[in-house]
């Protein structure tokens, strides 16, 4: 292993070993995006050099839309099939939350690339009242990370198919591994269909080109992993091009004003029909005694207003008013509520 | 032989599929099923039609009833399904080892521990133990079309069919293959009348099974010897009996043990563990699921150790055996690697219904209905997750009906009662319970989602289709004329894309007295021929977050993180869109249009689509 002062900024220039003995690769990301393609490839410039090579991944329901983990494993006889926690050389992560996600995988002085690209699942939005997003932020890059921003990196190469830019990843991989760039061209050239050929391989160069910080990215997992515990620990990152900060949490809360939806009633024109109460999607309405709409849950309310445009008497209409006055909005609905139920028309 | 495979590694399947296609394999069949569907996908790949009669069946009970019969013929057959597909051809399976074979067939039964993507993790083990016929349990690719061979050269010696186990870490990791070519096996298809073997009659039926007994000793001693079980004497101090994946991972973490692993698990060769038991000083088994090799060995009075340190529950993983060994004693504490904490903030990906797919509009309108719905095996049975959350029993392939059909007898009257079944799924074991709750006069509605393939295992053609396996043009049953001879009157078909349709189907068919059924009808987005149309944007000028189009649980739909700040803002990923839609038709404030009218509406429109984030500081 190669001794690094880390305090001098400066990394050597250093050439990867002539023959690895063996190694572990994770290949992760969002279904659709090509894992299983990625990790084909790099088994197949693997076997050309020689090696046993075993690649596990989960197909099915992984497909929609969920995690895809491919593992790629090889050496001189490779048994388990499966990388396990705390042994990958390298991960390569088409999507920024499944790179995280996988974090768990590597070694405490492997190597993550992991692209900024993010697919923020529908699973992490449908918040339908705080509407906050659980999303990790692209700021905070945990220990042993490259983040690559793989469309930025790519340019024109990804321009016909943006699925390309993710191949930016492999160029980058390639440096650290020791076969020459004629065996991933030939490894591409046998995987990629023919129209994304030219960009894959462009993409491919563009991502090798990245050699120094990916070379300053290894070096920095070597040096700091000796005295630091494996864990999330956040350092700054070497990071080949500036990434964005936002919030791990995202919410309209603190934000200027924060407005919520109250659906108002005019109760001297409802006639109790039944159908807001029928077509709330989020069943916040119910007939009172008197058969008149009520505002029920206003906690479960999303303002869409579907009541108001279906009333037939108009009797309804939803206002988005500031939190902090939300109560005062509801108690007086309210107290229409208490005033109408005493004094029955 | 069309040769397509690039990598030199195959996956288990498609190494199970060149060993059966090696081995002279001439009709193959099976019921589509995660993991196992790519076998005779592959089969058909590498094979040309006149050499290989291969296509699915309607469900595993036929497929094996289809390959009986051609073994009777004299063919080679291979008959695929998952594990819980067994449960299904169970009735023939246990039969058949009582007529026995002429061709060799091999029963390939693929477990799923962990569930990766089925309703249980059972162990077919037991199953083929239960019928009586020889479990064959390969550990990698080149096991198991090695093994494949094997099995049919049994299944003939022995007139049984043999079941074939992989996991689904077997038949979906690639492992390197050194394969040879196909036999061809130049066998005239013949049928011999011999009703004492082929006619289960009781008086027949008991003469063989006698046979069948017969058979199971010759088999006990043939295993005994056999080189499939191969014994590694390492380091005496521990020694493991394993089989299949299992070895790896042992392996892998105790790479000093000496080990038994054995090839067949059914019959277990007892002797050969008595001998392998007395050579090493403490015994371990370390096998995925249930103890089933630990009480085989028990029986026959040997101390030793297994589910006390290995899980029952999911599959094995060199980090799961790693720790099994380390609270056995057998590994120091804190031995192997060690594991980063989780990184604060990632969320759950759990799977979703693909953009456009037609099956969110009918659980949505059922949603909306608070129907109890009974729900079935298939995409769909993602519709019992956020946000369609409307599916509240699964059980098994084609239980839907039968299951709503008890709910309606048991007089539950507040909720309409609802069962919700996929074409394919239909077609395999929908039809006996729609005839039932016909007969009972059920009150409910039958829900048929007719996308025209059989999604869910990556879209394979059923009877229902009008093309086979190899794509070519095949006849093609009418689910709503199924429907109608079975005597159901209320019977609508409706394009689920048409929301207001739909939603009034539904509400018709509940009002109906007695057994309805609605056939959503719309080809699944990810069949072979890709349905896109226009795709559609959010003028963010008009949308107040309201969220009805998020109820859908459209991956293309997500907040616009460009107008977070403001009030709220949804967006549509153009490269994800399919343009189906049903956002649109759910959007009560018209913010959802297509690119399309969105340009022609005006030039300023067009600038706010294409700039999201300007949009958003416009407001």
Partial sequence: MTRVNGSNGKVPARTPPARLESGNLVVVGVGGQGVILASNLVSQVLLDAGYDVKKSEVHGMSQRGGTVVSHVRFGPEVHSVMVEPGSADWIVAFEWEEGLRSLSYLKPNGVALVSTERRIPPAAMLDHRDQSLEYPALGEVPFGVLALDTFAVAGDAAAAVPAVAQTVLLGALSVLLPFPVEAWQASINAWVPRKALTGNLRAFERGRALAPEVRAAEAAARTVARTVEPGPEVVPSASASPVEHDGAKRSRDGVAERLLPVVRIERSWCKGCDICVAMCPEKCLVLDELDVAVFARPERCTGCQLCALLCPDLAMDVLWVPADDLTGWLFANEEDRVRAAADPR | ?619
């Fill in chain 2, 1 to 619: 032989m069309a040769e397509t495979t690039r990598l030199a590694l195959l996956s288990g399947n498609e190494a199970l599929a060149l060993g059966a296609y090696h081995a002279g394999v001439e009709v193959a069949t099976g019921y589509p099923g995660t993991p196992s569907t790519e076998v005779l996908e592959h089969l058909v790949r590498i094979s040309e039609a006149g050499e290989v009669d291969a296509d699915w069946s309607t469900n595993e009970k036929v497929a094996l009833d289809v390959g009986i019969g051609a073994a009777l013929a004299g063919k080679r057959v291979l008959v695929t399904m998952k594990h819980v597909g067994v449960n299904v051809a169970m009735d023939s399976l246990m039969t058949s080892a009582y007529i026995g074979v002429k061709g060799g067939l091999v029963l390939m039964t693929a477990d799923d521990p962990g569930m990766h993507s089925s309703q249980n993790e059972q162990d077919n083990r037991y199953l083929g133990r239960f019928a009586g016929i020889p479990v064959f349990e390969p550990a990698d690719s080149q096991e198991i079309y090695d093994f494949v061979q094997v099995a049919f050269e049994v299944s003939e010696r022995f007139d049984v069919p043999c079941l074939l186990r992989t996991t689904t870490r077997t038949s979906h990791a690639r492992s390197k293959v050194e394969a040879g070519a196909r036999v061809v096996r130049a066998v005239e298809p013949s049928f011999t009348r011999n009703p004492a073997k082929y006619v289960m009659l009781p008086a027949f039926a008991r003469e063989r099974h006698v046979v069948h007994l017969d058979r199971l000793e010759a088999l006990q001693a043939y295993v005994e010897e056999h080189p499939l079980t191969v014994e590694e004497l390492r380091s005496r101090a521990l020694g493991v009996v394993t089989a299949g994946i299992s070895y790896h991972h042992v392996r892998e973490v105790l790479p000093e043990a000496s080990i038994l692993k054995l090839g067949i698990e059914f019959p277990v060769p007892v002797e050969r563990i008595r001998r392998f038991a007395a050579k090493v000083e403490r015994l371990l088994v370390v096998e995925e699921l249930e103890p089933y090799l630990e009480e085989e060995i028990r029986r026959i009075g040997i101390t030793v150790e297994g589910k006390r340190w290995f899980p029952r529950v999911g599959e094995l993983s060199a980090a799961v055996v790693r720790k099994g060994f380390v609270e056995a004693g057998a590994l120091p504490a804190g031995d192997g690697p060690s594991a980063r904490l989780p990184v604060p903030g990632v969320g759950n990906r759990p799977p979703v219904l693909c953009p456009g797919c037609p099956h969110s509009t009918p659980f949505l309108a059922l949603g909306e209905l608070d129907a109890i719905v009974s729900g079935d095996i298939g995409c769909y049975t993602l519709a019992a997750a956020p946000p369609l959350s409307s599916m509240d029993t699964c059980l098994a392939m084609g239980s839907s009906i039968g299951i709503a059909t008890g709910l309606a007898v048991s007089g539950l009257s507040k909720q309409p009662i609802v069962a919700t079944i996929g074409d394919s799924t239909f077609l395999h074991g929908g039809i006996p319970p729609l005839l039932d709750a016909i007969h009972r006069q059920a009150n409910m509605v039958v829900l048929i989602l007719d996308n025209g393939t059989t999604a869910m295992t990556g879209g394979q053609p059923h009877p229902g289709i009008a093309y086979d396996i190899r794509g070519r043009a095949a006849p093609a049953a009418d689910i709503a004329a199924i429907c109608r001879a079975a005597g159901v009157t209320s019977v609508v078909v409706v394009d689920p894309y048409d929301v207001p349709a739909t939603r009034r189907a539904l509400r018709a068919a509940i009002a109906h007295r007695g057994v309805s059924v609605v056939v959503t009808s719309r080809v699944c987005v990810e069949s072979p021929v890709k349905s896109r149309g226009p795709v559609y944007t959010v003028l963010s000028d008009r949308c107040d977050g309201c969220q009805a189009c998020m109820k859908v649980g459209c991956p293309a739909i997500s907040w616009d993180l460009a107008t977070m700040s403001t009030p709220p803002g949804v967006k549509i990923d153009p490269a994800v869109c399919s343009g189906c839609t049903i956002c649109a038709q759910l959007c009560p404030s018209r913010a959802i249009v297509s690119v399309r009218d969105a340009k022609a509406d005006d030039a300023k429109v067009l600038s706010l689509a294409a700039a999201p984030a300007e949009a958003g500081s416009a407001r």
